[in-house]
């Protein structure tokens, strides 16, 4: 640490530059600078706010809901947005909206980080070893990713959820089962690109095994690209799973999940648009807000493809 | 393979069309295994959706023998496998017709959606893209990139619903739910399956104008998806061959900036564009289930979704295959394409 300089103007310079002293001086400087890029793009920033409001609410929802999620009120059915007691409206038991949504972030969160978890894992380990590996192993794994990229993807979930049935933990794995072989494919042309280096060969004099080489030297080379990949792919698996709902093959009622809140409100949309509408501004806003976060991190972290 | 190769062009042209049929082959009867798979993992006993609840033992027994179920797996996937080769994907219990019948009747449906609202993607999509990548920076860029976003972030269903209760509920613009007014249906001789096509051959325009009216929406919400995609697709191909030298050439040359633009820059892309748009293509088909379900589009969407919501495996199965099948194919041409036209990926 070069405490020369303890004032905030010195933290910045330090941060900034370009002769880093150490390893952890040099990592801390490209995340400074990374978040500096990030932080200056106003839509990358919208996103990454909206998000943490999302998961404050998810995270505080039974303190913030104004209702409970699941306390019907029949004399109270179909209440317009605005209404006393019900900002956003209730549904046709009586429902209040907002406190639905607020709880169904929950659900929504939780698809989202399992997908996020399982995937790209599941990815990372087959495209490593198929490109480690070569031969016929990266045939064989190949042609079955290729297999998957080419099957319909909403349509192999949705057979994956009736195949296991419907609920919130097989829709994951449904969607986790379709998401994989894009990571798969990213993670061997990495791999590819890096197997053949020059470090990679020092380290393998060195007495490395394969399984070190992989674990410690090619995967955390492959996170940046698989982690652009992921948050870009994160409203895709909020839809994915909202549709899966809406069908009726994801969260069950009375589970207040935003695609089955759908669902239930097309009934009434006629005549009490509301119930239909929030749950669609809530999935839009949400994924949107993805959308923006990964379009900024991929700036950020991988310039190659960059829109600069 | 290499005495071959200097012996004679058309070994190695004949060596890599090979592999390529080799693997569709391949992929194809990977796509086969999941879905049979699938069928049978399914919680649903095949033999007593056939011979009901009240079937006797021996009944059962028959049914049982007769499906095949007593041999092992392996073998039972090979007799499904030589019956989908025959195009025999079984008899749908829903319907109670032979489901390679029910998906030759629905697929048109879905093409006609598919192919309209790719359509609705390209012409409005590319002079976006175009338009974006030129003005790189300015708010029309921006407002571009707004539009793509939000197009990849909205959820096709909700959009639908809105756009019926907005367009259809509300203001009357456009048709409701189906392909047609309820009292136009069945007037039509079927020819192509695709309505528009059919009533035009039929000089039937009031159906014809009736169809559009049903279309519209649905197409141009499948389109709004595919213009995001290939919007954004168009705009960093653009950008990739703005940034090579023979643009400045070109420029010093005294080209005007449309002529460098149209003739030089997109008469460069227009491969990669068109592997694109096939892709794009191939999403909207599979993409359409959803939108098929919110107007009660009789496709292929809407047939796998209901078959397997009444637990019709045949069904599912066959329909998966079909669009699976179609899905493949079009990567495939969308990959012969590029490597024919484009001499670099040679």
Same mark, same amino acid.
């Given at each position: 640490?070069?405490?020369?300089?303890?004032?905030?103007?010195?933290?910045?310079?330090?941060?900034?530059?370009?002769?880093?002293?150490?390893?952890?001086?040099?990592?801390?400087?490209?995340?400074?600078?990374?978040?500096?890029?990030?932080?200056?793009?106003?839509?990358?920033?919208?996103?990454?706010?909206?998000?943490?409001?999302?998961?404050?609410?998810?995270?505080?929802?039974?303190?913030?809901?104004?209702?409970?999620?699941?306390?019907?009120?029949?004399?109270?059915?179909?209440?317009?947005?605005?209404?006393?007691?019900?900002?956003?409206?209730?549904?046709?038991?009586?429902?209040?909206?907002?406190?639905?949504?607020?709880?169904?972030?929950?659900?929504?969160?939780?698809?989202?980080?399992?997908?996020?978890?399982?995937?790209?894992?599941?990815?990372?380990?087959?495209?490593?070893?198929?490109?480690?590996?070569?031969?016929?192993?990266?045939?064989?794994?190949?042609?079955?990713?290729?297999?998957?990229?080419?099957?319909?993807?909403?349509?192999?979930?949705?057979?994956?959820?009736?195949?296991?049935?419907?609920?919130?933990?097989?829709?994951?794995?449904?969607?986790?089962?379709?998401?994989?072989?894009?990571?798969?494919?990213?993670?061997?042309?990495?791999?590819?690109?890096?197997?053949?280096?020059?470090?990679?060969?020092?380290?393998?004099?060195?007495?490395?095994?394969?399984?070190?080489?992989?674990?410690?030297?090619?995967?955390?080379?492959?996170?940046?690209?698989?982690?652009?990949?992921?948050?870009?792919?994160?409203?895709?698996?909020?839809?994915?799973?909202?549709?899966?709902?809406?069908?009726?093959?994801?969260?069950?009622?009375?589970?207040?999940?935003?695609?089955?809140?759908?669902?239930?409100?097309?009934?009434?949309?006629?005549?009490?648009?509301?119930?239909?509408?929030?749950?669609?501004?809530?999935?839009?806003?949400?994924?949107?807000?993805?959308?923006?976060?990964?379009?900024?991190?991929?700036?950020?972290?991988?310039?190659?493809?960059?829109?600069? | 393979?290499?005495?071959?190769?200097?012996?004679?062009?058309?070994?190695?042209?004949?060596?890599?069309?090979?592999?390529?049929?080799?693997?569709?082959?391949?992929?194809?009867?990977? !796509?086969?295994? $999941?879905?049979?798979? /699938? %069928?049978?993992? &399914? +919680?649903?006993?095949?033999?007593?959706? =056939?011979?009901?609840?009240?079937?006797?033992?021996?009944?059962?027994?028959?049914?049982?023998?007769?499906?095949?179920?007593?041999?092992?797996?392996?073998?039972?996937?090979?007799?499904?496998?030589?019956?989908?080769?025959?195009?025999?994907?079984?008899?749908?219990?829903?319907?109670?017709?032979?489901?390679?019948?029910?998906?030759?009747?629905?697929?048109?449906?879905?093409?006609?959606?598919?192919?309209?609202?790719?359509?609705?993607?390209?012409?409005?999509?590319?002079?976006?893209?175009?338009?974006?990548?030129?003005?790189?920076?300015?708010?029309?860029?921006? !407002?571009?990139? $707004?539009?793509?976003? /939000? %197009?990849?972030? &909205? +959820?096709?269903?909700?959009?639908?619903? =809105?756009?019926?209760?907005?367009?259809?509920?509300?203001?009357?613009?456009?048709?409701?739910?189906?392909?047609?007014?309820?009292?136009?249906?069945?007037?039509?001789?079927?020819?192509?399956?695709?309505?528009?096509?059919?009533?035009?051959?039929?000089?039937?325009?009031?159906?014809?104008?009736?169809?559009?009216?049903?279309?519209?929406?649905?197409?141009?919400?499948?389109?709004?998806?595919?213009?995001?995609?290939?919007?954004?697709?168009?705009?960093?191909?653009?950008?990739?061959?703005?940034?090579?030298?023979?643009?400045?050439?070109?420029?010093?040359?005294? !080209?005007?900036?449309?002529?460098?633009?149209?003739?030089?820059?997109?008469?460069?892309?227009?491969?990669?564009? =068109?592997?694109?748009?096939?892709?794009?293509?191939?999403?909207?088909?599979?993409?359409?289930?959803?939108?098929?379900?919110?107007?009660?589009?009789?496709?292929?969407?809407?047939?796998?979704?209901?078959?397997?919501?009444?637990?019709?495996?045949?069904?599912?199965?066959?329909?998966?295959?079909?669009?699976?099948?179609?899905?493949?194919?079009?990567?495939?041409?969308?990959?012969?394409?590029?490597?024919?036209?484009?001499?670099?990926?040679?």
């Amino acid at each position: 640490m070069s405490a020369s300089d303890p004032t905030n103007q010195g933290l910045r310079a330090w941060l900034l530059t370009d002769t880093p002293t150490s390893r952890g001086h040099a990592r801390l400087a490209a995340w400074y600078q990374g978040w500096l890029s990030f932080r200056a793009n106003p839509m990358t920033m919208i996103g990454f706010v909206i998000l943490l409001i999302l998961v404050f609410i998810a995270a505080f929802a039974p303190w913030l809901a104004p209702h409970d999620p699941f306390a019907q009120d029949l004399a109270a059915r179909l209440q317009p947005p605005g209404s006393e007691n019900y900002i956003l409206g209730s549904d046709s038991l009586g429902r209040d909206i907002l406190s639905r949504l607020m709880y169904g972030s929950r659900i929504t969160l939780y698809i989202v980080t399992l997908v996020v978890i399982i995937a790209p894992v599941a990815g990372l380990l087959v495209g490593t070893i198929a490109g480690y590996a070569g031969g016929w192993a990266d045939v064989v794994l190949m042609r079955i990713t290729d297999i998957f990229l080419a099957f319909p993807r909403l349509v192999l979930a949705l057979a994956f959820v009736a195949a296991l049935g419907a609920g919130i933990e097989n829709a994951v794995l449904a969607i986790s089962l379709t998401a994989w072989p894009p990571y798969a494919r990213i993670s061997r042309a990495e791999t590819l690109t890096i197997r053949h280096s020059d470090f990679i060969h020092a380290v393998r004099l060195q007495g490395a095994g394969p399984l070190c080489i992989i674990t410690r030297h090619i995967w955390p080379l492959c996170i940046s690209s698989l982690v652009v990949r992921v948050t870009l792919d994160m409203a895709g698996i909020i839809l994915a799973a909202a549709g899966l709902g809406f069908l009726g093959l994801g969260a069950q009622p009375p589970s207040p999940e935003w695609g089955a809140m759908i669902s239930e409100g097309r009934r009434f949309i006629l005549d009490h648009w509301w119930v239909a509408t929030m749950p669609g501004l809530a999935i839009f806003t949400v994924s949107l807000a993805f959308n923006l976060l990964g379009d900024g991190l991929r700036d950020v972290l991988d310039p190659k493809e960059g829109s600069n | 393979m290499g005495k071959g190769r200097r012996q004679s062009p058309f070994l190695p042209a004949l060596y890599k069309g090979g592999k390529t049929l080799a693997t569709i082959a391949v992929t194809m009867l990977g !796509l086969l295994f $999941v879905t049979f798979f /699938i %069928g049978r993992v &399914m +919680p649903v006993d095949p033999v007593l959706s =056939i011979v009901g609840e009240r079937a006797t033992k021996e009944i059962y027994d028959a049914a049982f023998l007769e499906l095949g179920l007593d041999k092992p797996l392996i073998v039972q996937f090979y007799y499904y496998l030589r019956d989908v080769v025959q195009g025999d994907f079984g008899t749908s219990l829903r319907t109670g017709f032979p489901v390679s019948g029910d998906l030759i009747r629905v697929f048109p449906a879905t093409m006609e959606l598919a192919t309209l609202g790719t359509l609705i993607g390209v012409i409005l999509g590319v002079p976006l893209g175009v338009l974006a990548a030129v003005k790189r920076g300015t708010w029309i860029d921006q !407002l571009a990139r $707004v539009i793509a976003l /939000i %197009g990849y972030s &909205m +959820p096709i269903f909700w959009l639908g619903l =809105i756009g019926l209760l907005v367009l259809y509920g509300i203001l009357g613009w456009v048709g409701g739910p189906g392909r047609l007014d309820i009292y136009y249906e069945d007037i039509v001789p079927t020819v192509t399956g695709m309505i528009l096509i059919d009533s035009a051959l039929d000089g039937n325009w009031d159906i014809f104008q009736n169809a559009i009216s049903h279309i519209i929406l649905p197409a141009s919400l499948l389109g709004y998806y595919s213009l995001a995609y290939i919007s954004r697709m168009t705009r960093s191909f653009m950008l990739e061959q703005m940034s090579a030298e023979y643009v400045i050439t070109a420029r010093v040359k005294g !080209l005007s900036e449309r002529e460098v633009i149209w003739n030089h820059v997109f008469s460069n892309i227009k491969v990669q564009l =068109i592997t694109v748009i096939a892709l794009s293509y191939a999403g909207l088909l599979e993409g359409s289930v959803l939108t098929e379900i919110i107007f009660a589009w009789p496709g292929i969407g809407s047939y796998i979704t209901t078959s397997l919501l009444s637990a019709d495996m045949n069904a599912v199965m066959g329909g998966t295959v079909v669009v699976g099948l179609v899905f493949v194919c079009l990567n495939i041409f969308s990959d012969l394409l590029y490597k024919f036209f484009d001499p670099r990926a040679q």
